[in-house]
Nanobody, 120 residues
Framework: QVQLVESGGGLVQPGGSLRLSCAAS????????WNWYRQAPGNRRELVAS???????NYADSVKGRFTISRDNVKNTMYLQMNGLRPEDTAAYYC??????????????WGQGTQVTVSS
């Protein structure tokens, strides 16, 4: 079984920064792709950023130039550095990962979410 645990959310003023982390634990072969999603009240869950097994990245237009996704394959951890935060970035942020299991199946997992609130 694989667990994804996010951390790093909180309350920050507009223009501020936060760094989210997501750690994968359990028994598995490797994490292929990592994703961050977010969902604000009343809105659909949206893809914010992805980092793939080859280290290439992809960002939603709304966060390009402000957010940076990275990964540590030794620690099986993903990070989202968020700078220049805006009130519209307020949402629950969810970690998502494609994980190769010991049985060599590629499964998708979700974390429980961490709240980011941008407000003065």
């Amino acid at each position: 079984q694989v667990q994804l645990v996010e951390s790093g959310g909180g309350l920050v003023q507009p223009g501020g920064s936060l760094r989210l982390s997501c750690a994968a634990s359990g028994t598995f072969f490797s994490v292929y792709n990592w994703n961050w999603y977010r969902q604000a009240p009343g809105n659909r869950r949206e893809l914010v950023a992805s980092i793939f097994s080859g280290e290439s990245t992809n960002y939603a237009d709304s966060v390009k130039g402000r957010f940076t996704i990275s990964r540590d394959n030794v620690k099986n951890t993903m990070y989202l550095q968020m700078n220049g935060l805006r009130p519209e970035d307020t949402a629950a942020y969810y970690c998502n990962a494609d994980v190769m299991t010991i049985s060599r199946r590629l499964n998708n997992y979700w974390g429980q979410g961490t709240q980011v609130t941008v407000s003065s």
